[in-house]
């Protein structure tokens, strides 16, 4: 599988705790660039992020996500987009 996400670019909603933090530690040793949403754990989601990188992802952006807001939801999308760009992914 490794090669298969290697630069690929994957979003982990709720990636500070619980099952959504063991998809991202998962993930991380197959190199993606990582985009990691949180609600209510900021110091955690650093936590998790900094392992990912560690762990082997090629980059990890955090971002706090609130599905109720439409704004935040944009931003979400637009990270996506930047995190892709950034890498060449296509």
């Not at 090669?3 to 709720?14: A, C, S």
């Amino acid at each position: 599988m490794s090669y298969l996400l290697r630069n690929k670019v994957v979003l982990v909603t709720g990636a500070s705790i619980g099952i959504g933090q063991a998809i991202a530690l998962a993930l991380a040793p197959h190199g993606p660039r990582l985009l990691l949403t949180y609600r209510t754990h900021p110091d955690e989601i650093e936590l998790v992020a900094n392992q990912c990188l560690r762990l082997g992802a090629v980059d990890v952006k955090t971002l706090e996500l609130d599905v109720d807001n439409d704004s935040s939801i944009r931003e979400v999308f637009a990270a996506i987009v930047n995190l892709s760009s950034a890498g060449g992914v296509r």
